[in-house]
T-cell receptor, first 114, second 114 residues
Framework: AQSVTQLDSQVPVFEEAPVELRCNYSSSVSVYLFWYVQYPNQGLQLLLKYLSGSTLVKGINGFEAEFNKSQTSFHLRKPSVHISDTAEYFCAVTSQGGGNKLTFGTGTQLKVEL | DAEITQSPRHKITETGRQVTLACHQTWNHNNMFWYRQDLGHGLRLIHYSYGVHDTNKGEVSDGYSVSRSNTEDLPLTLESAASSQTSVYFC?????????????FGPGTRLTVL
């Protein structure tokens, strides 16, 4: 079985400040990791994904994430946030043999303030 | 452009009634998924399908059913709606090949069971 823990339910941050959204996972097999973003009243869209290779993954809108196998983490970072980044962010995992089924974390609400 | 649509976008129903939520995708994807989103739980998998006439139970399938008669549609039926099924429902689809393919999400249906 696999699971995802997002440690922070809400993260307030001022515009142009850096931000890190934390995600830890557990799985007994090789994993594939995703970050999705959900803007208000919309569906989810993919920010970035880790499949294999380089542990630093770059995504859309200036976001990046680092896969750390020893710490079973996949934290999302952005060096300078904008008001438009206000949204809910979900970390998700699937695994080999998982049939493309995603297990999601509970989400982190990022609120960017002026 | 290919897309995934859900209808209705909002639905209010009464306890005990049968409700069907529609999901239609024009990506020609083989994989389709239904999730529910609840505060504090993130997204949880209800049912999923890997192709026509294939359906499988997810993590929270009790009280729900699906059927897949063609590639484009995966309707979700609540046999006898309960207040605990008040939620936001998301449909998603992904390509067949591989277990790491991006899932594309619909805009969601907000269901209220009174």
């Amino acid at each position: 079985a696999q699971s995802v823990t997002q440690l922070d339910s809400q993260v307030p941050v001022f515009e142009e400040a850096p931000v890190e959204l934390r995600c830890n996972y557990s799985s007994s097999v090789s994993v594939y990791l995703f970050w999705y973003v959900q803007y208000p009243n919309q569906g989810l869209q993919l920010l970035l994904k880790y499949l294999s290779g380089s542990t630093l993954v770059k995504g859309i809108n200036g976001f990046e994430a680092e896969f750390n196998k020893s710490q079973t983490s996949f934290h999302l970072r952005k060096p300078s946030v904008h008001i438009s980044d206000t949204a809910e962010y979900f970390c998700a995992v699937t695994s080999q043999g998982g049939g493309n089924k995603l297990t999601f974390g509970t989400g982190t609400q990022l609120k960017v303030e002026l | 452009d290919a897309e995934i649509t859900q209808s209705p976008r909002h639905k209010i129903t009464e306890t005990g009634r049968q409700v069907t939520l529609a999901c239609h995708q024009t990506w020609n994807h083989n994989n389709m998924f239904w999730y529910r989103q609840d505060l504090g739980h993130g997204l949880r998998l209800i049912h999923y399908s890997y192709g026509v006439h294939d359906t499988n139970k997810g993590e929270v399938s009790d009280g729900y059913s699906v059927s897949r008669s063609n590639t484009e549609d995966l309707p979700l039926t609540l046999e006898s709606a309960a207040s605990s099924q008040t939620s936001v429902y998301f449909c998603a689809s992904s390509d067949l090949a591989g277990y790491y393919n991006e899932q594309f999400f619909g805009p969601g249906t907000r269901l209220t069971v009174l």
